[in-house]
T-cell receptor, first 111, second 114 residues
C-alpha cells in the first residue's frame, strides 16, 4: 500500500460544477494534510492545509478530513477552466519526518 | 509575503560540468528543502536543512551537494551529473520544520543534462 494515494485522473468536470478530489493515506498517526495545485511546468502552490477532522472552507475551496477513515478530500465549487491543473495531496506522516506527496490528480474543467 | 526565489530558471549542462542552483527566502523561515520532480511525478525529497544544519539526506548520490551558508540561502552544487538527473529542482521553506508547518515552494530550476 502506498503511503499517500490519489486517483491520477484526469477528472473532467464542466465549468460551474463541483470538482471532488480524494486522497487516502496509510499512517493513522498523521497530523498535517495539505493540498497543492500545480500547473504544467510550474511549481506546487499551496491551496489548503487542514489538521482537524471536519471541513475547512476558503473561498471556493473546501478541504475535508476524516482521520478515522484516513481520508482527505478537496472540493472546488463553481469550477473554472483556470482550475485545470494537477492537484497534489501531501501528508506529514507521523512515522516519517517528511512530507509525502500523492501522485496527483489531473483536473480538467471544460467550458 | 510567501516568496521563495530560485536561480537560474533554466540550466543546461554537460556531464562534466560543475554548476550550482541557488534558493533564497526572506520570510525568516528556519527550514529549507530541496526536491526533485520528474515529469508527471510528485516531488521527491532530497535534502532538508533545519536551523542551517543538514537534518535529512534521502540517500542522494554524492554528485549532488547541498549547502546552507545562512538561514536565508540554500545552494545545491552539481557535479558529474547524468542525463537521468534532468528534472525540475524545487526549493521549499517552512517556518521551523515542525510537522504542522506549511512548506512554500519556489518556482523551480529546470535542469537538462546532456
Amino acid at each position: 500500500q502506498k503511503e499517500v494515494e490519489q486517483n491520477s485522473g484526469p477528472l473532467s468536470v464542466p465549468e460551474g460544477a463541483i470538482a471532488s478530489l480524494n486522497c487516502t493515506y496509510s499512517d493513522r498517526g498523521s497530523q498535517s494534510f495539505f493540498w497543492y495545485r500545480q500547473y504544467s511546468g510550474k511549481s506546487p502552490e499551496l491551496i489548503m492545509s487542514i489538521y482537524s477532522n471536519g471541513d475547512k472552507e476558503d473561498g471556493r475551496f473546501t478541504a475535508q478530513l476524516n482521520k478515522a477513515s484516513q481520508y482527505v478530500s478537496l472540493l472546488i465549487r463553481d469550477s473554472q477552466p483556470s482550475d485545470s491543473a494537477t492537484y497534489l495531496c501531501a501528508v506529514q506522516l507521523d512515522q516519517l519526518d517528511k512530507l509525502i506527496f500523492g501522485t496527483g490528480t489531473r483536473l480538467q474543467v471544460f467550458p | 509575503d510567501t516568496e521563495v526565489t530560485q536561480t537560474p530558471k533554466h540550466l543546461v549542462m554537460g556531464m562534466t560540468n560543475k554548476k550550482s542552483l541557488k534558493c533564497e527566502q526572506h520570510m525568516g523561515h528556519r527550514a529549507m528543502y530541496w526536491y526533485k520532480q520528474k515529469a508527471k511525478k510528485p516531488p521527491e525529497l532530497m535534502f532538508v536543512y533545519s536551523y542551517e544544519k543538514l537534518s535529512i539526506n534521502e540517500s542522494v548520490p554524492s554528485r549532488f551537494s547541498p549547502e546552507c551558508p545562512n538561514s536565508s540561502l540554500l545552494n545545491l552544487h552539481l557535479h558529474a551529473l547524468q542525463p537521468e538527473d534532468s528534472a525540475l529542482y524545487l526549493c521549499a521553506s517552512s517556518p521551523a520544520g515542525h510537522r504542522t508547518d506549511t512548506q512554500y515552494f519556489g518556482p523551480g530550476t529546470r535542469l537538462t543534462v546532456l
